[in-house]
Protein backbone atom coordinates (compact mmCIF):
# COMPACT_ATOMS: atom_id res chain seq x y z
CA UNK A 1 0.00 0.00 0.00
CA UNK A 2 1.25 3.50 -0.61
CA UNK A 3 1.37 5.90 1.65
CA UNK A 4 -0.93 9.01 1.24
CA UNK A 5 -0.56 12.52 2.67
CA UNK A 6 -3.34 13.62 4.73
CA UNK A 7 -2.47 17.08 5.11
CA UNK A 8 -1.51 18.68 1.32
CA UNK A 9 -0.51 22.26 0.69
CA UNK A 10 -1.53 23.92 -2.49
CA UNK A 11 -4.15 25.78 -4.76
CA UNK A 12 -7.36 23.72 -4.36
CA UNK A 13 -10.79 24.30 -5.30
CA UNK A 14 -12.76 22.67 -2.51
CA UNK A 15 -16.19 20.48 -2.67
CA UNK A 16 -18.21 23.25 -1.87
CA UNK A 17 -16.22 26.15 -4.25
CA UNK A 18 -14.06 27.63 -1.79
CA UNK A 19 -10.58 28.40 -2.74
CA UNK A 20 -8.48 26.72 0.11
CA UNK A 21 -4.02 26.56 -0.07
CA UNK A 22 -4.35 23.17 1.72
CA UNK A 23 -6.27 20.26 1.17
CA UNK A 24 -7.38 17.61 4.22
CA UNK A 25 -7.33 14.08 2.40
CA UNK A 26 -9.69 11.96 4.46
CA UNK A 27 -8.66 8.95 1.41
CA UNK A 28 -5.28 8.72 3.12
CA UNK A 29 -6.97 7.58 6.30
CA UNK A 30 -7.25 3.37 6.49
CA UNK A 31 -10.32 1.47 7.65
CA UNK A 32 -8.61 1.29 11.45
CA UNK A 33 -8.78 5.13 11.31
CA UNK A 34 -11.80 5.26 10.42
CA UNK A 35 -13.25 2.55 13.31
CA UNK A 36 -11.50 4.71 15.61
CA UNK A 37 -12.73 8.04 14.84
CA UNK A 38 -16.43 6.27 14.53
CA UNK A 39 -15.85 5.17 18.31
CA UNK A 40 -14.74 8.38 19.30
CA UNK A 41 -17.94 10.14 17.85
CA UNK A 42 -20.18 7.34 19.09
CA UNK A 43 -18.81 9.05 22.86
CA UNK A 44 -20.05 12.20 21.32
CA UNK A 45 -23.68 11.45 19.80
CA UNK A 46 -27.04 10.41 20.90
CA UNK A 47 -28.90 7.01 20.46
CA UNK A 48 -29.88 7.27 15.99
CA UNK A 49 -31.16 4.60 14.26
CA UNK A 50 -30.57 4.55 10.44
CA UNK A 51 -27.23 5.97 8.54
CA UNK A 52 -26.36 7.52 5.38
CA UNK A 53 -23.39 8.82 4.19
CA UNK A 54 -23.05 11.86 2.38
CA UNK A 55 -20.92 11.00 -1.50
CA UNK A 56 -18.61 10.39 -1.93
CA UNK A 57 -16.60 11.56 1.54
CA UNK A 58 -18.80 10.38 4.06
CA UNK A 59 -19.35 6.53 2.35
CA UNK A 60 -16.38 5.34 4.82
CA UNK A 61 -17.46 6.86 8.02
CA UNK A 62 -21.26 5.83 7.24
CA UNK A 63 -19.96 2.20 7.36
CA UNK A 64 -17.94 2.90 10.38
CA UNK A 65 -21.02 4.20 11.99
CA UNK A 66 -23.33 1.17 11.33
CA UNK A 67 -22.04 -0.62 14.20
CA UNK A 68 -23.20 1.98 16.92
CA UNK A 69 -26.91 2.41 15.44
CA UNK A 70 -29.11 1.60 18.63
CA UNK A 71 -30.54 -1.54 18.76
CA UNK A 72 -33.57 -0.22 21.07
CA UNK A 73 -36.68 0.30 19.22
CA UNK A 74 -37.65 3.98 19.06
CA UNK A 75 -37.75 6.49 16.66
CA UNK A 76 -34.73 7.60 16.39
CA UNK A 77 -33.15 10.15 14.54
CA UNK A 78 -31.30 9.16 11.14
CA UNK A 79 -27.20 10.07 11.29
CA UNK A 80 -26.27 11.75 8.39
CA UNK A 81 -22.07 11.25 7.94
CA UNK A 82 -19.40 13.35 5.88
CA UNK A 83 -15.51 13.61 6.14
CA UNK A 84 -14.52 17.15 6.25
CA UNK A 85 -17.39 19.93 7.02
CA UNK A 86 -16.47 23.07 5.25
CA UNK A 87 -19.97 25.06 4.69
CA UNK A 88 -22.29 22.23 5.18
CA UNK A 89 -23.65 22.57 1.49
CA UNK A 90 -23.50 18.55 1.35
CA UNK A 91 -25.04 17.88 4.76
CA UNK A 92 -27.63 20.22 4.29
CA UNK A 93 -28.54 18.85 0.41
CA UNK A 94 -28.81 14.92 1.76
CA UNK A 95 -30.83 16.29 4.98
CA UNK A 96 -33.36 17.57 2.56
CA UNK A 97 -35.54 19.29 4.79
CA UNK A 98 -35.83 16.22 6.70
CA UNK A 99 -36.33 17.08 11.10
CA UNK A 100 -35.57 13.68 12.30
CA UNK A 101 -31.70 13.77 11.19
CA UNK A 102 -28.49 14.28 13.26
CA UNK A 103 -25.26 14.56 11.74
CA UNK A 104 -21.39 14.15 12.72
CA UNK A 105 -18.60 14.36 10.57
CA UNK A 106 -14.30 13.79 11.09
CA UNK A 107 -13.41 17.73 10.83
CA UNK A 108 -14.94 20.79 10.79
CA UNK A 109 -13.13 23.98 9.36
CA UNK A 110 -15.55 25.81 10.58
CA UNK A 111 -18.69 26.14 13.24
CA UNK A 112 -21.18 23.37 11.78
CA UNK A 113 -25.13 23.26 11.58
CA UNK A 114 -26.42 22.85 15.55
CA UNK A 115 -27.29 19.22 14.41
CA UNK A 116 -23.84 18.19 13.38
CA UNK A 117 -21.30 17.18 15.83
CA UNK A 118 -17.75 17.33 14.44
CA UNK A 119 -14.77 14.98 16.09
CA UNK A 120 -12.10 18.10 15.27
CA UNK A 121 -13.17 21.63 15.07
CA UNK A 122 -10.49 24.16 13.72
CA UNK A 123 -9.65 26.92 14.97
CA UNK A 124 -10.85 30.96 13.67
CA UNK A 125 -7.38 31.75 13.01
CA UNK A 126 -6.60 28.68 10.70
CA UNK A 127 -9.97 29.36 8.94
CA UNK A 128 -9.97 32.92 8.30
CA UNK A 129 -6.20 32.01 6.72
CA UNK A 130 -6.99 29.67 4.61
CA UNK A 131 -10.30 30.15 2.91
CA UNK A 132 -8.72 33.56 1.51
Known amino acids: MSEQDLFKLG ?10 NYKIDADALSDN ?3 CIAYLLSLRLPPFGDVEGVPRG ?4 ARAMEKYRSSVLG ?5 ICDDVY ?9 RNNRD ?5 V ?5 ITFRWVTPLLLMTPYLLSRSLM
Open 33 to 35: SWE
Open 58 to 61: GLKL
Open 75 to 79: NFPTL
Open 106 to 110: WVART
Open 86 to 94: TTGGSMARQ
Open 100 to 104: KVIGC
Open 11 to 20: DYTLNSGFKS
